[in-house]
């Protein structure tokens, strides 16, 4: 059983940067779709980027596109989200996901596609 646990998570100011990280135990991480995943308070859980299955691309969000990106260490394995010039609106829960590829290419987009979470990693950016 595949098993996630974020870290990494701060608080941090205005315009700086920040790395989470996202541990996998009990299976091999990149033969699955991988995405990292936040929510704001008071709004849904959204993707804000994803690797799919056997790739090291990742296909960020629109919304942080150009800021935020994820990578994948498939030898250790662990997967990372970079953040970069983070603003306040960017506070959120932040969670690390799983999905089976099953007939799917490309990593999904909706939350109910994904089968394994981690329990999320608090990201606060305030002065």
């Known amino acids: 059983q595949l098993q996630l646990v974020e870290s990494g998570g701060n608080l941090v100011l205005p315009g700086g940067s920040l790395t989470l990280s996202c541990a996998a135990s009990?299976?091999?991480?990149?033969?699955?779709?991988v995405a990292w995943f936040r929510r704001a308070p008071g709004k849904e859980r959204e993707q804000v980027s994803c690797i799919s299955h056997g790739d090291v691309i990742a296909n960020d969000a629109d919304s942080v596109k150009g800021r935020f990106t994820m990578s994948l260490d498939v030898h250790n394995p662990v997967a990372y989200l970079h953040m970069n010039t983070l603003k306040p609106e960017d506070t959120a829960d932040y969670y690390c996901a799983a999905a089976y590829p099953g007939t799917r290419p490309m990593c999904p987009k909706e939350v109910a596609d994904y089968q394994f979470w981690g329990q999320g990693t608090q990201v606060t950016v305030a002065s």
């Open positions: 009990g299976a091999i991480l990149h033969l699955y779709h």
